[in-house]
């Protein structure tokens, strides 16, 4: 079975500061794993994801994200926020074996402070 | 780039109506899920079709039905409605290595 866990539900920093959020899991089998972003009324968004290879993934407006085995962890950071990145993240997981059901985080919202 | 369509947008029914939702994938993903996000909740899987055939099954209600046509459009029909079905019904495509999401149907039951 796999599971996700968000450490913390709210996340607030300042414009401008380091955005960490983080993201644990655990998989019987090498996982894929996905960072989503909600913005207000919107759907889910993919920032990036991790299949194989190498281990610090870049997606998109700035996010990264680093899968450590030895942690199991997959935290996705960004060295400056904006006030538009102020949403929910959810970090995901799925077993490329089992069809892609992807279970989710319960997610992460993070306030950017001007 | 083309997206996942979902329609309706938004849709309000009332207690034991019926409503079907639909969602068109991206072209050539042959593998559609559908998620419910409840007020304030996480998305929950419901319910995956991969070409064409029920892939997998989350916590669908058995009031609900889904399936995947021909063309790759799924649509799910949900019957005898609850005020508790309201929610955020999100439909992804795939075509193996993660989701595109469409943008959701926000479903009110009054």
């Known amino acids: 079975a796999q599971s996700v866990t968000q450490l913390g539900s709210h996340v607030s920093v300042s414009e401008g500061a380091l955005v960490l959020l983080r993201c644990n899991y655990s998989s019987s089998v090498p996982p894929y794993l996905f960072w989503y972003v909600q913005y207000p009324n919107q759907g889910l968004q993919l920032l990036l994801k991790?299949?194989?290879?190498?281990?610090l993934v870049k997606g998109i407006n700035g996010f990264e994200a680093e899968f450590k085995k030895s942690e199991t962890s997959f935290h996705l950071t960004k060295p400056s926020a904006h006030m538009s990145d102020a949403a929910e993240y959810f970090c995901?997981?799925?077993?490329?074996?089992?069809?892609?059901?992807?279970?989710f985080g319960a997610g992460t919202r993070l306030f950017v402070k001007a | 780039a083309a997206g996942v369509i979902q329609s309706p947008r938004h849709l309000i029914k009332e207690k034991r109506e019926t409503a079907t939702l639909k969602c068109y994938p991206i072209?050539?993903?042959?593998?559609v899920y559908w998620y419910q996000q409840g007020p304030g909740q996480d998305p929950q899987f419901l319910i995956s079709f991969y070409e064409k055939m029920q892939s997998d099954k989350g916590s669908i209600p058995d009031r609900f039905s889904a399936q995947q046509f021909s063309d790759y459009h799924s649509e799910l029909n949900m019957s005898s409605l609850e005020l508790g079905d309201s929610a955020l019904y999100f439909c992804?495509?795939?075509?193996?290595?993660?989701?595109?999401f469409g943008s959701g149907t926000r479903l009110t039951v009054v």
């Open positions: 072209p050539r993903h042959d593998t």
């Open positions: 991790y299949t194989t290879g190498a281990t």
């Open positions: 995901a997981v799925s077993d490329p074996r089992g069809g892609f059901k992807t279970i």
């Open positions: 992804a495509s795939s075509s193996g290595r993660g989701y595109t």
